[in-house]
């Protein structure tokens, strides 16, 4: 979690019109960089990435909020309006042009994959739906 990421997340939480559409596009925009920053063969150091991101959080939000918090928050049905909001998905294309708005269902598919391994319950609910459609819309093998 670099600077310059760090910029471009508070950038975009203050196009949200109240402080709580911010709150919910900082969660989201954060979570898909830490959820992007998963796809790679090196091997990741859990501790540190966790403590960079929950430093960075408790630094903008306050106590309370953690990556672990975050990243419950992405795989139930409150993210829907930030999912489904075309302002936000404009926003996070132009201050986040590294997270292709293409992978968004893929990340989150993966947080649901996470949590319905920590929980033992399916995947169900208005998000599954959500990236059910938008697989389909792409055409993706499998949907």
């Not at 989201?28 to 403590?51: H, N, P, Q, W």
């Not at 106590?63 to 926003?91: C, N, W």
């Not at 949590?115 to 697989?135: H, M, T």
Request: overall charge neutral; hydrophobic content about 45%.
């Amino acid at each position: 979690m670099n600077k310059a990421i760090q910029d471009k997340l508070l950038a975009l939480m203050r196009e949200g019109r109240d402080r709580t559409e911010s709150l919910d596009w900082f969660r989201v925009s954060l979570g898909l960089f830490y959820l992007a920053a998963l796809m790679t063969e090196e091997t990741i150091d859990f501790k540190k990435v966790d403590r960079e991101f929950n430093r960075f959080i408790y630094h903008t939000l306050g106590k309370g909020h953690t990556i672990t918090s975050v990243l419950q928050y992405m795989s139930g049905a409150k993210v829907m309006p930030t999912v489904e909001s075309e302002r936000f998905m404009d926003a996070f294309r132009r201050h986040c042009p590294e997270i292709p708005i293409a992978s968004i269902p893929f990340l989150l598919e993966l947080n649901l994959g996470v949590a319905k391994n920590i929980s033992g319950l399916e995947a169900a609910g208005p998000l599954a739906d959500w990236i059910a459609r938008r697989k389909a819309e792409a055409g993706a093998p499998g949907a």
